[in-house]
C-alpha cells in the first residue's frame, strides 16, 4: 500500500477549497507551477488535481473577495508525493519558474518544500521517510525542523524534466492558524476524534487518525487573527473523508457535541472553529 494511512479505513482530508479573486493568476500557478491538471470547471468552482481525476485543490472564485494573508485559517496545505525523486524533480521545475520560494525543511519523518501562491496561501511539498524510520515519543511521534539540502536532493531529479504532479499524488496533510490552541484541541480532537501526536507547549500540536504523524497541525503562530466572517481570499473549507464503517458514529458525536449538521443529499456539512466548512460524503 503506498499511503498506509490515507486510505478507505482512515480519517483525512481529502481536498481543500480555496476562495479566489484572481481566477486567472490563480489557475496559471496551479497548473504552470504546480503541475495541477484542470479536472472540470463547474459554475464558480474550478477542480485541480491529478491527471487521473484526483481532486486536491478547488478555487472558489469570487472577484469580489479581498485578499488578506495571514489571519486564522490556512497556515499551509501539503500534497505528498510518492517518492523522493518525485520531489527532486519538482524542485528543479519550480525554481526555474520563478515563482515564490519559501523554504525547505527536513523534519525526520518528512522532507518538505515550502511554497505560496499568488495570494498567499501556504503550500507544501513533501514525501514521507519511511514509518519504521519515524521515532516514537510516548503515543505520538517526534518531529523537528532542520535545514533540508537541497543540493542533494536535486541530484536525484529525473534528467527528463517535470511532467506534472504524479499520477499518485494526495492532500497528505493541512496545517491551521487557529486563536488558541485548548479551542483546537477540544474540536479536532474530543469532538471529531483525531489523537493527539505532538505538543509545543501552548503554540502548536499535530493530530492525526490510524498513526500517522499528522493529518491536521494547528498553531497560533500569527499573532493578530482577524474575524472569520469578512469575506476573504483564502481558506473557504475542505473535504474530510470519514471511513464508512465509522460514519453513523462519527455523525452521532457531532451532534452529541452540539454540532450543528447539514446535508444537500450528497455532503454532510458543518464548520470548524475558523468557520471554515467541513464537507462529508453522506455515503
Do not use: C
Not at 529525473?158 to 474540536?187: E, N, R, Y
Not at 469575506?231 to 458514529?249: A, E, N, Q, S
Not at 449538521?261 to 470548524?272: E, I, K, P, R, T
Request: aromatic share 10%; glycine share 8%.
Amino acid at each position: 500500500m503506498m499511503y498506509p494511512y490515507h486510505n478507505l479505513y482512515t480519517m483525512y482530508v481529502e481536498s481543500v477549497i480555496l476562495r479566489t479573486k484572481n481566477k486567472e493568476a490563480m489557475v496559471k500557478y496551479y497548473t504552470l507551477a504546480l503541475g495541477l491538471s484542470i479536472i472540470k470547471e463547474d459554475g464558480a468552482y474550478i477542480h485541480l488535481g491529478t491527471s487521473t481525476g484526483r481532486v486536491l485543490v478547488r478555487l472558489l472564485l469570487d472577484p469580489q473577495a479581498t485578499v488578506q494573508n495571514g489571519t486564522v485559517g490556512l497556515y499551509h496545505f501539503a500534497l505528498l508525493l510518492p517518492n523522493r525523486r518525485d520531489l527532486a524533480t519538482f524542485l528543479h521545475h519550480y525554481v526555474e519558474t520563478g515563482y515564490t520560494f519559501i523554504g525547505a525543511s527536513d523534519h525526520s519523518v518528512s522532507e518538505a518544500l515550502y511554497l505560496e501562491d499568488p495570494e498567499g496561501n501556504g503550500i507544501e511539498i513533501y514525501v514521507d521517510r519511511p514509518d519504521t524510520e519515524w521515532k516514537k515519543m510516548g503515543s505520538g511521534v517526534f518531529m523537528d525542523t532542520r535545514r533540508l539540502d537541497v543540493n542533494r536532493l536535486l541530484q536525484e531529479r529525473d534528467p527528463s524534466g517535470f511532467k506534472g504532479v504524479p499520477q499518485d499524488t494526495i492532500m497528505g496533510h493541512i496545517h491551521l492558524h487557529v486563536a488558541t490552541i485548548a479551542k483546537a484541541q477540544k474540536f479536532f480532537v474530543d469532538i471529531l476524534g483525531f489523537k493527539l501526536m505532538l505538543t509545543y507547549g501552548d503554540q502548536a500540536i499535530f493530530t492525526s487518525d490510524s498513526g500517522y504523524h499528522h493529518h491536521i497541525g494547528l498553531n497560533t503562530w500569527h499573532n493578530d487573527p482577524l474575524p472569520t466572517n469578512k469575506k476573504i481570499t483564502g481558506l473557504f473549507g475542505y473535504h474530510l473523508h470519514v471511513p464508512l464503517d465509522r460514519k453513523t458514529t462519527f455523525f452521532n458525536q457531532l451532534v452529541d457535541k452540539g454540532i450543528n449538521l447539514q446535508s444537500d443529499g450528497q455532503y454532510v456539512m458543518f464548520h470548524d472553529i475558523n468557520g471554515s466548512l467541513i464537507l462529508i460524503k453522506e455515503d
